[in-house]
């Protein structure tokens, strides 16, 4: 009879180191679970409490550091806020100062006018007069319509 595959001599040897390999594995996590039992049983409560005090004078520093983090992040925020408040307060005073120079020519402007129309109503004819623009009627190429008028322009 043939067989066909591995040999039965190198399959035993291989299972050999293998088994070996899963007792030394085996021996060495007893050592290791006996010297973690050994290690707590030889620590005392002090000890417990130092790891703890330890323990907590990390976390109090680490806490230490993510606060003195935080409150740098917000001075540099609060002063890029403050720039751009300074900045924007700085446009806004610009502008009131271009619109009250505008009001105050918009002001001189109407003073004028007002100035104006009491010239115009101190010259006006009085009632039953001609108007004054009549005169240009009669020399005129055009038809002045007034308001009351229903035709359009028209020219002559």
Do not use: K
Request: proline share 5%; net charge negative; hydrophobic share 45%.
């Amino acid at each position: 009879m043939a067989l066909r595959g591995y040999s039965r001599d190198d399959v035993r040897a291989f299972m050999a180191v293998l088994a070996a390999e899963v007792a030394d594995r085996d021996a060495r996590i007893a050592r290791l679970e006996l010297e973690i039992a050994r290690r707590g049983a030889e620590r005392s409560p002090a000890d417990d409490l130092q790891a703890t005090v330890d323990s907590r004078a990390a976390l109090i520093h680490r806490l230490g550091q993510e606060t003195a983090a935080i409150l740098e992040a917000g001075d540099v925020s609060a002063g890029r806020l403050r720039a751009e408040a300074e900045a924007t307060a700085e446009r806004v005073r610009a502008d009131l100062a271009s619109i009250g120079a505008d009001l105050s020519d918009t002001h001189r402007f109407l003073a004028d006018l007002v100035d104006i129309v009491r010239d115009v109503a101190d010259e006006a004819p009085s009632p039953g007069s001609p108007p004054p623009y009549e005169s240009l009627l009669d020399t005129a190429d055009v038809e002045i319509l007034l308001p009351d008028d229903q035709e359009g322009p028209r020219f002559g």
